[in-house]
């Protein structure tokens, strides 16, 4: 079963403009880690931001932010002032400790930075 | 901040031939470390999870006789595709993380061509 849903394929978005990328999971568990990365087209992995379930404040780290609503059991990534160099594909992941602690992670969603 | 080494970073050989991959985690200590495949535009799936000193775990569909993982070391994992045909061709990445609640760090990919 899917555990991690990221209903955008592609996104566009004008230079210097916000954007978020949507990201929905399910667990059963209490205790959980959410996080987001970037992958651009040369392939490495770059994490971005991390969210703990019992976080009660959003994270923040520079022009990313999540905004965590639990409830809704949703991890939506927010980028800033958006940059050229923010064309990549972007994927949020969890981490369930029940499970052997593994992080799986969402289909992605390409995002294309315009001039 | 952490770093995690993968080598080689492309593979081209023939069908037949059996290929190491290995990971190394360059200044923390990696208790455990995560073998993934992605295919083009599609996401990462994880193939297993190695705890050093034991034996990976193996997510289901992943034949272990075919991909052999060793963690021998706090610091090193080895993939091994034994016996690699064209449909094994895609990009291999590692991942490792200390303990605690790190985020875990990901290697720069493996691309593997099998003629």
């Known amino acids: 079963a899917q555990k991690i849903t990221q209903t955008q394929p592609g996104m566009f978005v004008q230079e210097k403009e916000a954007v978020t990328l949507d990201c929905t999971y399910d667990?059963?568990?209490?205790?959980?880690?959410l996080f987001w990365y970037k992958q651009p087209s040369s392939g490495e992995m770059i994490f971005l931001i991390y969210?703990?379930?019992?976080?009660?404040q959003n994270a923040t780290e520079g022009r990313y932010s999540l905004n965590f609503q639990k409830a809704r059991k949703s991890a939506n990534l927010v980028i800033s002032a958006s940059q050229l160099g923010d064309s990549a594909m972007y994927f949020c992941?969890?981490?369930?400790?029940?499970?052997?602690?593994?992080?799986?992670f969402g289909p992605g969603t390409s995002l294309s930075v315009i001039p | 901040g952490a770093v995690v080494s993968q080598h080689p970073s492309r593979v081209i050989c023939k069908s037949g031939t059996s290929v190491k991959i290995e990971c190394r985690s360059l200044?923390?200590?990696?208790?455990?470390m995560f073998w993934y495949r992605q295919f083009p535009k599609q996401s990462l799936m994880l193939m297993a999870t190695?705890?050093?000193?034991?034996?990976?775990?193996?997510e289901q569909g992943v034949e272990k006789d075919k991909f052999l993982i060793n963690h021998a070391s706090l610091t090193l994992s080895t993939l091994t595709v034994t016996s690699a045909h064209p449909e094994d061709s895609s990009f291999y990445i590692c991942?490792?993380?200390?303990?605690?609640?790190?985020?875990?760090?990901f290697g720069d990919g493996t691309r593997l061509s099998i003629l």
């Open positions: 667990t059963s568990d209490q205790s959980y880690g």
């Open positions: 190695s705890n050093e000193g034991s034996k990976a775990t193996y």
């Open positions: 992941a969890m981490r369930e400790p029940t499970s052997y602690d593994k992080v799986i």
């Open positions: 969210q703990g379930s019992y976080d009660e």
């Open positions: 991942s490792a993380r200390g303990r605690g609640l790190q985020p875990q760090h």
């Open positions: 200044d923390f200590q990696a208790t455990t």
